[in-house]
């Protein structure tokens, strides 16, 4: 195999932005990647109905680091696009996270202020300090009968395990509103890629320093891998110690379907937090963007514990096997442990693209005090 500097497992947000830095510092760069594709979870296509998809899931793009947003828009123009999110709850439709709408719709109350609201809350919420566990994080904010209908069950299925079984950072994820605000998010850029998020990496590692090995599997290869500066691992990092102990991971079965009309659903996505179907959600791809097509294509999200790993699953146990991995990932000189599935953390895409941008310049900082260094001697 042809000597490289640098060697990146996977070719995801991590391991694109890592490969387009040193590519932009002239060091020859392999990504390494086990699926078909570049762009990790982030792949998308136009389909059949000519509507881009998503094949691991819609993902939507916020973030209030400046840095992240400049770097992101030299590889792709963006359109503006604040999310929302609808829930179907006892056969009412409300929006999620819980505003003033949610609290009148689903009780019949008059609410219309923040003050109300606050009232409101302050009546039905359990307050609890330090929240534990996502249960406890929930209560606090909005009581029993909102945990019920929207949180207890929709977690089950997503985690299968009950909030109280799950970090609160999991929970905390999702705010409560006392206003109408129904946006998910509330950073200040909220933007999708204007042709898709694989054109943007496409854009990302268009550089003829930069060399993609598609289905390829690390594991496979690495005995003919020598004699490179860094390598970047951006897998599970149980899978690179192959230790007994398995880190758990949660996976997404997406049952896609073509409906015969132009829309399926008033919004992007839906959630279903309740009991009365297996999945957590639907999603109606062409809602992003306003793409126009006869016919529309919508995929309802199964989680599941087998298959591809997209979810770490933030509990004391799991964090307790990782840090174990982490300790002997730390004795490892020149490999670096990068992004959600080698960090086992539950990062978003504005911070995976932080984290790679921050590591790239952090290295660079430490080899050049090594050359001054050097240079003084
Ligand atoms: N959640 C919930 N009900 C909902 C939406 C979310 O209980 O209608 C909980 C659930 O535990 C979920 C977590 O909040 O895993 C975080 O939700 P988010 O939408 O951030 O998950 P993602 O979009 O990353 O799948």
Redesign the pocket.
């Known amino acids: 195999m042809k000597h490289k500097d640098i060697v990146i497992v996977g070719a995801g947000i991590s391991g694109a932005v890592l490969a387009e830095r040193y590519a932009s510092i002239g060091k020859s760069v392999l990504i390494i990647e086990k699926r078909n594709h570049i762009g990790g979870n982030c792949y998308d296509y136009i389909d059949e109905n000519g509507i881009l998809v998503s094949k691991y899931g819609a993902h939507l793009f916020h973030t209030n680091f400046e840095e992240v947003w400049e770097y992101v828009n030299r590889f792709s123009e963006w359109y503006d696009w604040e999310h929302k999110v609808l829930?179907r709850v006892d056969d009412k439709t409300v929006p999620?996270p819980v505003n003033i709408t949610t609290v009148n719709t689903l009780f019949g109350t008059n609410i219309q202020s923040e003050q109300e609201m606050k009232e409101w809350l302050d009546a039905n919420r359990l307050p609890i300090e330090e929240p534990k566990n996502?249960e406890e994080a929930v209560l606090n904010k909005v009581g029993e009968v909102l945990y019920e209908k929207?949180?207890k069950h929709?977690?089950k299925k997503?985690?299968d395990k009950f909030?109280s079984e799950l970090d609160a950072s999991?929970?905390n994820?999702?705010p409560v509103r006392f206003n109408y605000d129904d946006r998910y998010f509330s950073d200040k850029y909220q933007a999708l890629p204007k042709e898709g998020y694989t054109a943007l990496f496409a854009n990302l590692l268009n550089n003829p320093n930069i060399e993609v090995l598609l289905e390829t599997d690390y594991f496979d290869i690495k005995d003919q891998l020598s004699g490179y500066e860094k390598l970047f691992y951006t897998g599970p990092i149980d899978r690179f110690f192959t230790f007994k102990d398995k880190l758990e991971y949660r996976s997404i079965n997406f049952h896609y379907e073509t409906v015969d009309q132009e829309y399926f659903q008033e919004n992007s996505v839906i959630?279903y937090?309740g009991m009365e179907v297996g999945f957590t959600r639907i999603v109606e791809f062409k809602h992003f963007g306003n793409q126009k097509s006869k016919k529309t294509t919508i995929a309802k999200e199964y989680t599941v514990d087998q298959g591809e790993p997209y979810y770490p699953v933030p509990n004391p146990r799991n964090q307790e096997i990782y840090q174990k991995y982490r300790a002997e990932a730390e004795k490892l000189t020149d490999v670096h442990f990068v992004g959600r599935l080698a960090n086992y953390k539950y990062f978003n895409m504005d911070q995976a693209f932080k984290n790679a941008l921050d590591l790239f310049e952090e290295l660079q900082h430490a080899s050049n005090k090594i050359q001054e260094k050097d240079l003084v001697r």
Do not use: S
């Open positions: 829930a999620i996502g929207m949180f929709y977690t997503q985690w909030p999991v929970l994820r999702i959630n937090p």
